[in-house]
């Protein structure tokens, strides 16, 4: 019997044993070019490292959350690993470990909401790219009423559904309780939140007709 | 006098729209889990899991791993470091079919960690060196049947465990759990009817959310650890027998990616801190230990069989009640005996060593409440009774019938004198519409030519008894001159039902502050272990630590208001005047932070003012408490329901869950929004368990085929296409402070096999073979 027969093969174990970089060593660098909305600090734990060892790789350039990044990406490299482990925005999870199933690493790019987990770094040269960091740093209003109708327990999948409320405010200004259904039907909640978000996107979705 | 605690008015407590205290962190993402901790330096470790249901390991050559680029340091399951024997023995409780071992040479599961551990630069690096060793397994058989394993001719798996069987052994004798109340012969001799028939449930996975991992790094005589777990008191205690008690050990618990309940994590929170300690130590760098794969191979609800005889009298009575069942978990019969004035009960519980990895129980047992559900629809249906009838005329506690409850519990307790199932019934029935929707089996076809189904769950609504609880629980409060207000001091691992909040809104009216000025971070390694953390005892356990903590220094903020004295230490002792001079405490009152004569209010000051001037003059308002609940004897007197509407398709099988009501008496609702989450999480996470969870085995070779998010299903936002409504209800009967009743693990449970009768209602056919998939269905209705 083969020796990992028992795990079926997710598509970042694919493009990782496709050997399309040699040595699968090292991480690639990074140049912030403005810092602000990058990732966060603590008290008791830094930030991501930012490592410069790779050589020969592309650079593409980001615009996330305002901010202007060069990044050295290796080709097979998910955006979801650029932008988490590179430049430290930690809301993008990975529930599904790479499977495209659950939603968690849900970011806004140019407008869409897209999987960045089975999205290519190198495929996103120029791209704008907002995540749940961005949106709150933005204070949108879903921040509040996603609080304030307890759209979360654990957490762990809630920057995910952000993303993906804050893209379908983004086209539908006025969303029924089927679009915002339909929309939030690929992120995966393991406590069930899932009812708790309908109130709190048409309650943001008025709060932004007011403001209007 | 109750023999809980109250308040005289309720502020914090009970409203709605109070903002989470974790709420802007989890939104915004900002908040850290332990996968997001990241050191300078550090190193990444990963295990080999086995891909050999049952195999020992001949010879092991990891020569290759250690040369490769990147590989640190390998650790192997013959290394030195096992110099004691007892080290490497982590049984799971005696519940558990499993030997799980810290590192094993011999795997009892395809998936289990065995052989050697790497750590590199990266985990890319770990994941290449991974597959690099050679390895010579003696291949073993293996069982996943619990049934099966102990069948007379069953293959000896653990031979030099148990020579003749694979019942396990509970120190030297073989385990079978037993509950066995009243005379079941007897019982079953006075009925009118007897009934028996089966049922099984396949075993599940948590199914997420956030992998398994651990940081840990070594500062010298200190070590630090970032460990992902519900209970960091006892990773500290772990960590200090391995490493030595001369370390000052602190470890910290970040947000916690679901993980509902601890007790199928134990294996896994106790090694794998040591296993990233080990690394960490050897390396001399920070490493962060990886398990990937954890949230399908590890934790979970087992696979049980039970069979059932149940004998009743025709008016619904049920007298005896006996179940056989081989589970690959923990015995199941107690919450039968707790909620029920069912006198006669025997219940046994095989548990054998299979080959499936340890699954105990999260969000608490379908198992029981499967058994309790099972026993009371055959009932409702043998006798054509309302199943809401049947459920009254049975309800009760340890065999004894309500009204002794309630000379006996109730009055001599100062409990309030209501009925519980009664409420529960009364709200829910009439939100469901009940009794325009109930029909008998099989007899309502909609114009959609699919088979219309409800049916009706109702459980206890549980906490657990205090005096099992053997943790510490310590807890201190800091009144603060600059903001926060109000700090309190205690570390527990959240576990996402809002708790955080729970204790803020306590303390703040408990004080008479405002909610806002009250912070709890759960994660600071403040000395102080809360306790806090599983919901089964969350509320039981932590909120009378909470209380007492907060009405001491109510109590010494009041007293050194009113009393002059002298303060500090030679040379710099201070006069310092009473802030209310000529009163007494009881003579004063704090409301929203505002301390203030009751007999003239404009005599006031502002906490923040008081405490600013006490802390100048050397008097910090500071209260700590150890105390915990200690009852003689807990009885269950809450009770919860759900009802459940569905839709079956004939031709496909599927069933459609449309409409879904729960009523729950929560004692007292200190936090309306997170009973709702919780009744709301419940609900999906039980009828995706009775509905379509389960781990898919291939019979041949032993191994899971469904161990990712793309196979395994478990319920998403559509799943529920209807209604879902929420009544909560208030009777005080629960012993935790304020009357409070635990809602966070009962609900999930007590969903999971409502379906069978929904789908009875709808079919006409049993199916009590969970989870109930279309091919079932299909099968039932002889279509298949």
Known sequence: ?212 | MPVYTTLSSYTAIGKTGVRRKDGYEKVSGTGLYTRDVYLPGMLYAKMYLSPYPHARIKSLDTKAVEAYPGVKSVFRYDDGWFKDARWRNFELWVFSHQIEQLLAQEANWAGEPAGFVVCADTPRICDEALKLAKIEWEILPFELDPEKAVAPNAVILQPHVNAGTNVRHSGSQLFEGYEVHGDVEKGFAESDKIVEFRWTEDETTVAGVEALSCVAVFRGEYLEVWAHNQIPMRTTNILKQYFGNHLHIHVHALYQGAQFGHENWIVYFTWFPIMACIFAQRTKKPVKFLYDQSYFHAGGYEHGAHNLKVGFKKDGTILAVQDRSVRAGAEVHGKLWEGTSIPHLFGTTQIPYINRPAAINYRHGMRSCGLWNNVFFRVAAETGLDPHVVAMKNDGCRGHSISWVDENVKKPKGFPMVNSLEAVFKAGKDAFGWDEKYHAPGARVLPNGKLHGVSMVHSIAWSPDPNNYFRTNQMGINIQRQTPLVRILARHADGGWNHESTICRVVADEIGVKYEDVEFRPFDDTGLDSGAGEGSGGLVRTLPMAIDAARKIRALVLAQCTTPAKSGTEPKVVDVPAQFPGLKPEDLDIKEGIIFEKARPENRKTLQQVADYHWQNYQPFIAFSGSQMHLEEVYDMGRQATWIEVEVDPETGEIEIKTVVNSNDVGKCIDPEGVNGQQYGGTYMGLSHGRQDAKVYDPATGIVLNDNLVDYKWFSFNDITGPMHQCIIESGLGYAPYGAIGIGESLGAVAATVLAGAVYNATGKWITDFPITPDKVLKAMGKI
């Not at chain 1, 990074?30 to 490292?49: C, I, Y």
């Open chain 1, 1 to 212: 019997m083969p020796k990992e027969s028992f795990s079926a093969v997710s598509r970042r174990k694919f493009l990782k044993d496709a050997g399309l970089m040699a040595g699968g060593a090292s991480m690639a660098g990074v140049a912030p070019v403005t810092a602000e909305g990058s990732g966060q600090t603590s008290a008791n734990v830094a930030t991501v490292p930012l490592e410069t060892a790779a050589t020969g790789s592309p650079r593409i350039k980001l615009m996330v959350n305002g901010a202007e990044y060069e990044v050295q990406v290796d080709p097979e490299e998910s955006l979801r690993d650029c932008l988490r482990e590179k430049l430290g925005y930690l809301s993008i999870k990975d529930m599904c470990l790479g499977y495209g199933a659950c939603g968690s690493c849900t970011v806004i790019m140019d407008g869409r909401p897209i999987l960045s987990c089975l999205t290519l770094a190198i495929e996103c040269d120029g791209k704008k790219i907002q995540t749940a960091e961005g949106i709150a740093l933005a204070r949108h209003p879903l921040i509040e009423t996603y609080i304030m109708n307890h759209c979360m327990q654990c957490g762990y999948c809630t920057p995910g559904f952000l993303c993906t409320s804050k893209a379908l405010l983004d086209r539908n200004p006025d969303p029924a309780e089927a679009d915002i259904r339909e929309a939030l039907g690929g992120n995966l909640c393991r406590c069930a939140t899932y009812i708790r978000h309908i109130p709190a996107v048409q309650q943001a979705a008025r709060t932004l007709k007011e403001g209007m």
